[in-house]
């Protein structure tokens, strides 16, 4: 390839995630690669596809930490695309507190204020902006842009923000932000091309992955969402709790006198799936088990969801759809199922042969249910292509090819 791309970039604490748009010279964007560094720190693996899913690399790369990760990217970038230009690139950012309502080129001052969010979102921030930096070091002259993961929530009904503490402590941007928002306007985006009859109706996506969250969309915009200030809120996580009473984190503090760092680990690291079963914090490993605490933190992960299920058809007055999406929601037949049994009361129900052979969009439920049952893979690094290509100026009437979504 010679002609000039974007990158998108999704850091994490041990994984660096990326795709490569090529810029082709109609106006169409093209999905070139898509790929990850995983065991960042541990055993750093390089696996790259191409826009059809073959394999082009899988190789272990020299990656102590994020930057190492960057710099081992580039190396193969410019073994692959040598000759290339970078036009931009697009960055998932956890959180853009109050401020960021939307993706925002990034300068000095832009990363100042993010930095300061780091403790909002310790498990994520530092890492997203880490990768920044990394890439500010090696292309200076690169424009990068600040996607964010709380940016579609802003709009919401005040109710679904407050948090109902003191006006001066609200003053200091304490509000529930929500999270997975790049997921869900990608879902948002795509549900009248796959699901009109629903689209601009009451719908709930359930964001189900290693961190999972709920979104209730009416008419396609965020009204209410599961995670709230931090992305510990609403459904039990791969290691985060969920919603949990504050007293026992009161009782963390003043009963067993845990330091802050050891609440924040307990909270972040050690809780849901992993903290109950006290053996992964992996929903398909822990389907494979038999052990009485693996389908303990299997039935608590499904009751959760069920009940926040209830509690966003209340705030929508009644629910249209259902979008289930996200690694857990995309590909596990057996959870989808057994969190729609738990939902049966809203006259939900699902077509289990074809709810176990589900292949990119897919309508589960039966003509006799009351709402529509949908698996929607999500795209979130597409959202970010979109708004880099849109805010950076390259792609002003840009269609973006989604294959190998
Ligand atoms: P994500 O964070 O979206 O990549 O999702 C990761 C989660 O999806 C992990 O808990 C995986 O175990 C889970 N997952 C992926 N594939 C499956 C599957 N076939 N069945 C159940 N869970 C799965």
Same mark, same amino acid.
């Given at each position: 390839?010679?002609?000039d791309y974007?990158? $998108?970039?999704? !850091?994490g604490s041990?994984s660096?995630?990326f795709? $490569?748009f090529e810029r082709?010279v109609g106006?169409?964007w ?6 990850q560094?995983e065991g960042?720190g541990t055993a ?11 394999s ?7 990656a ?12 193969w970038?410019?073994?692959m695309?040598?000759?290339s230009r970078v036009? *931009? $690139?697009g960055?998932?950012?956890v959180?853009g507190g109050?401020?960021f309502?939307g993706?925002t080129?990034i ?6 204020e993010?930095?300061?969010?780091v403790p909002? !979102?310790?498990?994520?921030q530092?890492?997203?902006l880490a990768?920044?930096e ?10 990068q842009?600040?996607?964010f993961?709380?940016?579609?929530h802003?709009g919401?009904p005040?109710? !679904?923000e407050l948090?109902?503490?003191?006006r001066?402590l ?6 529930r ?6 997921s869900?306007?990608?879902i948002a985006?795509?549900?009248p091309?796959f699901?009109p009859?629903i689209?601009?109706?009451r ?10 969250s709920?979104?209730?969309l009416n008419d396609?915009?965020s ?6 200030f ?9 290691t985060?709790p969920g919603?949990?009473d504050?007293g026992?984190?009161l ?5 067993l006198?845990?330091s802050a760092k050891?609440?924040e680990?307990l ?9 109950i ?7 398909r490993?822990?389907?494979g088990?038999e ?9 608590y992960?499904v009751y959760r ?6 509690a966003?058809?209340?705030v929508?007055g ?7 999406t996200? *690694? ?6 057996e959870i989808?199922q057994?969190i729609c049994?738990?939902?049966a009361w809203l006259?939900?129900e699902?077509?289990a042969d074809v ?5 990119d969009?897919?309508k589960i439920?039966t003509?006799r249910s009351?709402? !529509? ?9 597409l959202?970010i292509a979109r708004?880099t290509g849109?805010l950076?100026g390259l792609?002003?009437k840009a ?5 190998g979504?």
């Amino acid at each position: 390839m010679k002609d000039d791309y974007a990158l $998108v970039l999704n !850091a994490g604490s041990s994984s660096l995630k990326f795709c $490569v748009f090529e810029r082709p010279v109609g106006e169409r964007w093209h999905l070139e690669s898509r790929g990850q560094i995983e065991g960042i720190g541990t055993a750093p693996r390089l696996s790259v596809k191409d826009e059809i899913g073959h394999s082009l690399v899988k190789k272990d790369v020299p990656a102590k930490d994020g930057s190492e990760a960057i710099a081992a990217l580039a190396e193969w970038l410019r073994s692959m695309y040598g000759g290339s230009r970078v036009l *931009g $690139v697009g960055h998932r950012v956890v959180h853009g507190g109050a401020r960021f309502s939307g993706p925002t080129i990034i300068d000095a001052e832009v990363m100042k204020e993010l930095h300061q969010l780091v403790p909002l !979102a310790p498990l994520h921030q530092p890492y997203n902006l880490a990768a920044i930096e990394a890439v500010f070091e090696r292309l200076p002259n690169v424009p990068q842009v600040a996607c964010f993961d709380t940016s579609f929530h802003r709009g919401q009904p005040e109710v !679904a923000e407050l948090i109902p503490l003191p006006r001066e402590l609200r003053e200091q941007g304490l509000q529930r932000y929500g999270f997975h928002g790049l997921s869900y306007e990608h879902i948002a985006t795509v549900l009248p091309l796959f699901a009109p009859e629903i689209a601009n109706g009451r719908v709930i996506v359930a964001h189900l992955g290693s961190g999972a969250s709920m979104c209730a969309l009416n008419d396609r915009k965020s009204v209410d969402s599961t995670l709230g200030f931090t992305a510990l809120d609403g459904l039990c996580m791969g290691t985060r709790p969920g919603a949990l009473d504050p007293g026992v984190v009161l009782h963390l503090f003043q009963g067993l006198n845990l330091s802050a760092k050891e609440v924040e680990t307990l909270l972040y690291k050690k809780s849901g799936l992993v903290g109950i079963s006290g053996i992964s914090n992996d929903m398909r490993d822990l389907l494979g088990r038999e052990e009485p605490a693996a389908r303990l933190a299997v039935d608590y992960f499904v009751y959760r969801a069920a009940r926040e299920i209830g509690a966003l058809t209340a705030v929508l007055g009644g629910v249209d759809g259902i979008v289930f999406t996200a *690694g857990i929601g995309e590909n596990s037949p057996e959870i989808r199922q057994r969190i729609c049994d738990a939902s049966a009361w809203l006259g939900l129900e699902i077509d289990a042969d074809v709810n176990a052979k589900v292949k990119d969009q897919t309508k589960i439920s039966t003509s006799r249910s009351k709402a !529509a049952v949908w698996v929607i893979p999500t795209n979130e690094e597409l959202m970010i292509a979109r708004h880099t290509g849109a805010l950076l100026g390259l792609s002003a009437k840009a269609a973006w090819n989604e294959q190998g979504d």
